[in-house]
């Protein structure tokens, strides 16, 4: 398989990858005033974020990040193949991420295709 690298390669892949995430924008909007609404609020995407929004995603995303160290330093995808890993631990890590996952998730939604 062609891995293809350069600049206009990967110029073309942020130009597509913008374009799609506009276009689920424009599925997820119910209306034209909500859609120029979102359009102008991703110029400052920053602005207005609850500080405790801000770090409830922190601290959701903490597991994710220090498992991508781990990954980067040992050399190996496997995260929880690592032989220096008990298996209590595996089972604590596990038990924990689900723990994460279904207390301090956000609450559910509709899906956005099901709005038609």
């Known amino acids: 398989m062609l891995i293809r690298t350069g600049p206009w390669f ?7 990858f913008q374009l799609t995430c506009y276009g689920w924008l424009l599925f997820r909007a ?7 609404s979102m359009s ?8 207005d974020i609850p500080y405790d929004t801000l770090s409830s995603v922190a601290l959701i995303s903490l597991p ?6 781990i990954q980067y330093r040992s050399g190996r995808l496997e995260f929880m193949r690592q032989p220096w890993l008990p298996t209590t631990a595996k089972a604590a890590l596990y038990s924990l991420l689900l723990y994460c996952t279904i207390f301090h ?3 559910p939604q509709a899906f956005v295709y099901f709005q038609f």
């Not at 119910?30 to 120029?36: D, H, L, T, Y």
């Not at 102008?40 to 602005?47: D, F, K």
């Open 105 to 107: 998730g956000a609450a």
């Open 64 to 69: 994710v990040i220090i498992v991508q160290i």
């Open 30 to 36: 119910g209306s034209f005033r909500q859609i120029a």
């Open 10 to 16: 990967l110029l073309r892949l942020f130009v597509m």
């Open 40 to 47: 102008a609020a991703l110029a400052h995407p920053l602005t």
